[in-house]
């Protein structure tokens, strides 16, 4: 994999979906990040059902954390792990109302600082809600850079380091969400749509898999 075949790889990435976003629903950089936490070993979709009826009733630290941790579960219960989720995002509105003016902070030291966001959870917030040009790698991220070879790694943070250096700058922004949507629906786990996939020539797997 060279520096020509990277930025062909996204040159077709940016002509096919030239402003791809989160398949999460938010309206705020607060809604944002609540999704997001929700969102951990949980599809966008199963989320997304659950915030439509809780940023209806709740959408701020305040109105969320009035709630209460039993009244929360009650919107987020269909969730996995929602009992350790619920906890953590009353904590972090209680620390965004006391620390934050009820604000999602544009830094990454704060956004880690909350309860129940880590690494991953901060790059989208910042990629997302404030247009960071950062990298944040899942199973999707991870499996796609290995097997293109666009940014192999041992780790996500390996990977997440190396997409960094490697990806093109002027395509830096939006990298995250293709390659994201490139593992969730072309490039998929089991058994990719090498046939269909638009950079299947520029590939470097050398198991492609064609019906």
Not at 1 to 23: G, H, L, Q, V, Y
Not at 80 to 90: C, D, H, P
Not at 134 to 158: C, E, L, Q, W, Y
Not at 163 to 173: A, D, N, Q, W, Y
């Amino acid at each position: 994999m060279n520096k020509d075949k990277r930025i062909e790889i996204f040159s077709r990435f940016r002509d096919n979906n030239p402003e791809p976003t989160t398949e999460l629903n938010f309206a705020s950089p607060f809604e944002l990040l609540i999704a997001v936490i929700l969102s951990a070993q949980a599809t966008d979709k199963g989320v997304n059902k659950a915030t439509e009826k809780l940023f209806a009733v709740a959408n701020t630290p305040e109105a969320i954390y009035a709630l209460g941790e039993d009244g929360l579960k009650e919107y987020i219960k269909t969730i996995g792990l929602y009992n350790s989720k619920g906890k953590n995002i009353i904590k972090t509105c209680k620390m965004l109302i006391e620390l934050h003016d009820s604000q999602v902070p544009d830094d990454r030291k704060a956004l880690e600082a909350l309860p129940g966001v880590g690494r991953k959870t901060a790059n989208v917030v910042l990629n997302t809600a404030f247009g960071h040009p950062t990298m944040a790698v899942d199973t999707h991220i991870f499996r796609v850079s290995n097997r293109t070879k666009v940014a192999p790694g041992k780790d996500v943070v390996d990977v997440e380091k190396r997409l960094l250096r490697l990806v093109p700058k002027e395509f830096m922004l939006n990298a995250h969400h293709w390659l994201i949507l490139h593992g969730r629906y072309i490039c998929t786990a089991r058994k990719p749509k090498c046939g269909a996939c638009l950079i299947e020539d520029l590939c470097e797997f050398k198991k492609k898999v064609y019906d």
